[in-house]
């Protein structure tokens, strides 16, 4: 399985890495999809073309972490958060009126989904090893097992101490008793009898 790990993670990242080459190359082209955007939010001209540079960085990025196995789940995830909305601005199919292009763009569509779902399986492999989640309720029940014992143990201690300290308490009791006894008949045999 790691053979195929290492051959997987360069052809998943390869299409991201070419893309985000070929934005900062040619932003002003991949900014076409955001200006709508922009403009709706009143922002300044170049912003579009910031925004294709920041998510071309991105995506060489995390592309290329992921291809050298490097934080590969992370790498994925920050890959498919990219992937969404560059779709969505790229790739408007909703919007398009001439029926070969819609075509187009929804081929394009439904190939950025079939690359998200594959970046999903990427970053739920855990390489054959437990996932966080299931070694946190492996250390739970741990952890609660090893206090019951650690309270039985404690109990059987606490018990044996007080059986210790009820049978010291009887014996200074009855010694006590035997004291206060053995005065109490030499007192009466220092009292005159009548």
């Not at 300044?44 to 050298?68: E, N, S, Y």
Request: glycine content about 10%.
């Amino acid at each position: 399985m790691a053979v195929l790990r290492r051959i997987t993670r360069p052809l998943l990242a390869t299409p991201f890495v070419v893309e985000g080459v070929r934005a900062l190359r040619s932003p002003r082209r991949f900014a076409t999809g955001t200006e709508s955007w922009a403009r709706r939010l009143g922002a300044p001209a170049d912003v579009p073309q910031r925004v294709v540079k920041i998510d071309a960085a991105v995506q060489i990025g995390a592309g290329g972490l992921l291809a050298l196995g490097r934080f590969p789940r992370t790498a994925s995830l920050v890959l498919a958060a990219s992937l969404v909305p560059a779709t969505l601005a790229e790739h408007a199919w909703w919007k398009e009126e001439d029926p070969e292009l819609r075509k187009d763009h929804l081929l394009h569509v439904a190939e950025r989904v079939g690359l998200f779902g594959a970046l999903l399986l990427s970053a739920a492999d855990t390489h054959g090893k437990p996932s966080a989640a299931y070694r946190a309720r492996t250390a739970t029940t741990r952890g609660r097992k090893k206090a019951h014992r650690a309270a039985a143990r404690a109990g059987g201690q606490v018990h044996a101490a007080i059986g210790t300290v009820g049978s010291g308490a009887s014996a200074a009791a009855s010694g006590t008793g035997r004291a206060v006894h053995s005065a109490a008949g030499s007192a009466r045999a220092k009292l005159p009898h009548p």
